[in-house]
């Protein structure tokens, strides 16, 4: 019902910074739970930052913390992951996801129902 199609992955040095972008399209996300999920080569899909429907609460994997920025543009459809200071150990397919619910809580990937297909973040040292 909602499609997500991440973009602005890439290849970066180490402490350089990239933007992730997340069109949604099928619905409005006016009301949707939005978040970030990366998944590195033989590692688990982990959190990485969410954001409430409002835009008014955020949540940050705590590696991350201080470095990404999780953000919303409703009238875009968009959401973004600015990642500044980047480090070899975010190297990973990073994920777009949404649900159409606020359950209290932005960290649990069982919650989300729509994924995008993933963008490539390469940090090189």
């Known amino acids: 019902q909602v499609q997500l199609v991440e973009s602005g992955g890439g290849l970066v040095q180490v402490g350089g910074s990239l933007r992730l972008s997340c069109a949604a399209s099928g619905r409005a996300i006016t009301t949707y739970t939005m978040g970030w999920f990366r998944q590195a080569p033989g590692k688990e899909r982990e959190f990485v930052a969410g954001?409430?429907?409002?835009?008014?609460?955020?949540d940050y994997k705590d590696t991350v913390k201080g470095r990404f920025t999780i953000s919303r543009d409703n009238a875009k459809n968009t959401v973004y992951l600015q990642m500044n200071s980047l480090k070899p150990e975010d190297t990973a397919v990073y994920f777009c996801?949404?649900?159409?619910?606020?359950?209290?809580?932005?960290?649990?990937?069982?919650?989300?129902?729509?994924w995008g297909q993933g963008t490539q973040v390469t940090v090189s040292s």
């Open positions: 996801a949404s649900r159409g619910y606020w359950s209290g809580t932005l960290r649990r990937s069982t919650e989300y129902e729509y």
């Open positions: 954001i409430s429907p409002s835009g008014l609460m955020r």
